[in-house]
Structure formats: structure tokens, C-alpha cells
């Protein structure tokens, strides 16, 4: 009786969500080697729309072509307007069931991306290098083995203040294709100390331009 309201409908500025019950994002590699929407994408959220989640988030989709040689393979894109139609798909898919569907969009990896395939470095708020475990404790086989093939991790390349402008735009771009597309919120990816966490920390944020500071 204590989670009663789980069952109520909410409201989230003008969007209606028939329950509380939220899909968080998961990034699950279904996805084609470039970013585009699968079947198999698809059918996994809808699946879970039609399981009864009231709101449905979508795994990571990266918003910027700056950000593809340091993300993993196989994750969603929505860089230009060709990635429109399969994300439809999703959205439709989701809607098809009675629920809504969030885009989670990521602007990039910052100082924990490796190296691009052509040797250029990750892009970050400051040249300040990740310190990374040797190996994760809780699963030796997890995300870090990647990241440990790289050692010492790469020393990041300071972002332009060209290059933060640019990246602005092309985020509000990827914005607008996802409206386009037909999802009903976005949510920005700024976790886990990623580009947008860094810009905010003060321990991979050394800039003295507008874009430093407390």
C-alpha cells in the first residue's frame, strides 16, 4: 500500500505518463556498426512498453559526429538526418503500447575515451588524463577491459572554444531530429564523467575561459 501512487499517472512539464514505473537507459549494442536503428532494437523496447512501463529512455545515442571514433561500436546515432527514420521506428514502437519515450543523447566520452583508430586523442574540457583501475573488482570481464588496453590512458586534447561552440549547435540539431522523430523528451547524458561531467568538475576542469570555473 505504501507504492500505491507507482500505479498513478505523472506528469512531466506537458508530457502525461500513465504510470511511474521508468525504463532507465541501457545501451545494448543492437544497433548496426554505424549507429543505425535494428529490428531487434526496436522489438527490445517496445517489448518493454508493452510490459507496462509508463516511460520508456533509450540507451545511449550519440548527437554529435565529433563524438563516433571515441564511442564504442554499435551505438545508436542520431548525427544527421539519415539516423531520422529508424528512431521513428522506436518511437512508434514504444507509442504503439501506451507509453513514453525518451531520447538519451551523448555528446562524448571526454578524457575516458580511448584513442580514435587514426591515433588522434580524446577531446576534453582540459588536458587532464583518466585514472582508470587496473582491473574492476566487481567484474573482471566489464567495460574497463577495453580501457585498460590502453596504459597509461591517453592524455586528452583541450577542447577549442570553437569546437565547444560547434558542438553546441550540433547538439541542438540532434535535438531537433528527435523531436522530428517523434519522441516525447530528451535526456541529456552528463553522467559517469563523461564530456559534460568533466566540463563540471574542477578535477578535469583547469580552463580559465568562460568555460572554467566554479
Known sequence: MALKEILEPIKIKNIKIENRIVMAPLIMGYSTQDGYVTPQDIAHLARRAKGGFGLVVTGLVVAT????????????????????????????????????????????????GHTAPDGTPPYAPSQVPCVRPSQSPRDPASRWRVLRDESPPPIPREMTIEEILSEEIEYAKACRRAVMAGFDGIEIHGCNGYLLHEFLSPRSNKRTDMYGGA
Open 65 to 112: 559526429k565529433l563524438t563516433i571514433p571515441f564511442v564504442v561500436p554499435r551505438a545508436l546515432n542520431l548525427s544527421d538526418d539519415s539516423f531520422i527514420p529508424g528512431l521513428s521506428l522506436v518511437a512508434d514502437g514504444c507509442h504503439a503500447f501506451g507509453a513514453k519515450v525518451f531520447i538519451q543523447l551523448f555528446v562524448g566520452t571526454g578524457r575516458q
